[in-house]
């Protein structure tokens, strides 16, 4: 069974950017110019994409992105994308949604579920445990004396 690297590499039918990254990454191991040969793009432009500063739109999506962990973390981890924006409109930045879901996405940042807490804990201190009246004496003299019951299977 033949293995075609071309068909199965998706790095060789990546964006320029992409194969440049690649090639920044690799190349202590590898030789450069090998490798831009066979990724199918030339040596002057990765040199040219290495010295080349960050365009305006990285800038702002660095400074966006500092933005949208600050808005995260100071909801303790609760916001998605959606409420993250309404932050930062706020904050002064003009973003949209999808932009910042990407942003988020890139990142790794989610939003976390929040917590849920079983049927009456509500802000309410924890309950007594009632007193021991039977002392372990279940012996009665007469009906309606004495009430037990099992609750281990009541959720």
Not at 49 to 73: F, V
């Amino acid at each position: 069974m033949a293995i075609h690297i071309k068909k199965g590499a998706r790095l060789l039918r990546s964006r320029p950017q992409v194969k440049y990254g690649f090639i920044a990454k690799y190349r202590t191991i590898w030789p450069t110019r090998t490798m831009c040969r066979l990724l199918g793009v030339s040596s002057s432009g990765f040199y040219d994409w290495l010295g080349r500063p960050t365009s305006a739109h990285e800038r702002e999506n660095a400074e966006l992105l500092k933005a949208i962990k600050d808005s995260h973390e100071a909801s303790d981890d609760t916001y998605g994308s959606p409420r993250v924006v309404r932050d930062l409109i706020d904050a002064g930045f003009s973003c949209s949604e999808n932009r910042v879901a990407r942003l988020m996405k890139a990142a790794g940042i989610k939003a976390r579920h929040k917590r849920r807490r079983a049927p009456g804990q509500l802000d309410s201190p924890v309950h007594a445990i009632a007193p021991n009246l039977l002392d372990r004496q279940f012996e009665a003299t007469g009906p309606n004396q004495k009430w037990a019951a099992d609750f281990s299977l009541v959720p």
